[in-house]
């Protein structure tokens, strides 16, 4: 598509659930990126993918948090065992090639993960 | 780490006037961007300008970039109600890395 796809618009979850986020980047973007908005404003990098391999995952929380883009499927992040500093907006994002594009990035409507 | 700092961090202006933005890096750069949010949405590309540009233009947009100082700033003329929204700068140090933003500046533009 032309948009990055993101699902659910919302997602509530009680402390100690599972949640799970889904992207569909934009077709023929080969890179995406996960990202964490706290408070709506500071932005926390999560993890990329360069097509289904994971391109840089410095900023991926050690426990509970995994993420995969698989073939013909949407990207995922997985939060295990939620807990309530984890509620923020999770923005995903996908740039074409980079001899495509300077790193311009673009980015869905986000998820709004409430934890309770 | 956030490595930007936008300032200031609120501006309220009449529509028709200028704002200007500022933001601050602390690591060298490839690239800094700026970008758009809307309440309750995702961002917007406006425009990006490379480490070894110091001037660009799109539009009702100027942007300026001083690596020595390492900081950007943005202008946006003759402002109108619609460009109320969160402007935030973006940098990144190679191609599709990460980027590193700032907090971001709230802009009320008052028809």
């Known amino acids: 598509g032309e948009e990055v796809a993101q699902t659910p618009k919302h997602l509530v979850r009680g402390e100690g659930q599972k949640a799970k986020l889904y992207c569909a980047p934009i077709k023929g973007h080969s890179y995406v990126f996960w990202y964490q908005q706290v408070l709506k404003n500071e932005f926390k990098f999560l993890i990329s993918f360069q097509n289904e391999n994971v391109f840089d995952e410095t900023g991926m929380p050690k426990e509970r948090f995994s993420a995969k883009c698989l073939p013909n499927s949407p990207c995922s992040l997985e939060i295990q065992a939620t807990k309530l500093e984890d509620s923020a907006v999770y923005f995903c994002?996908?740039?074409?090639?980079?001899?495509?594009?300077?790193?311009?990035?673009?980015f869905g409507a986000g998820t709004r993960l409430s934890v309770l | 780490s956030q490595q930007g700092e936008e300032d200031p961090q609120a501006l309220s202006i009449q529509e028709g006037e200028n704002a200007t933005m500022n933001c601050s890096y602390k690591t060298s750069i490839n690239n800094l961007q700026w970008y758009r949010q809307n309440s309750g949405r995702g961002l917007v590309h406006l425009i990006l300008?490379?480490?070894?540009?110091r001037e660009k233009h799109s539009g009702r947009l100027r942007v300026t970039l001083d690596t020595s100082k390492k900081s950007s700033s943005l202008l946006i003329t003759a402002s109108r109600a619609a460009d109320t929204a969160s402007y935030f700068c973006?940098?990144?140090?190679?191609?599709?890395?990460?980027?590193?933003f700032g907090k971001g500046t709230r802009l009320s533009v008052i028809a």
């Open positions: 300008i490379r480490s070894n540009e």
């Open positions: 994002a996908s740039s074409p090639p980079h001899f495509v594009a300077k790193n311009i990035q673009y």
């Open positions: 973006a940098t990144d140090i190679s191609g599709n890395t990460p980027l590193v």
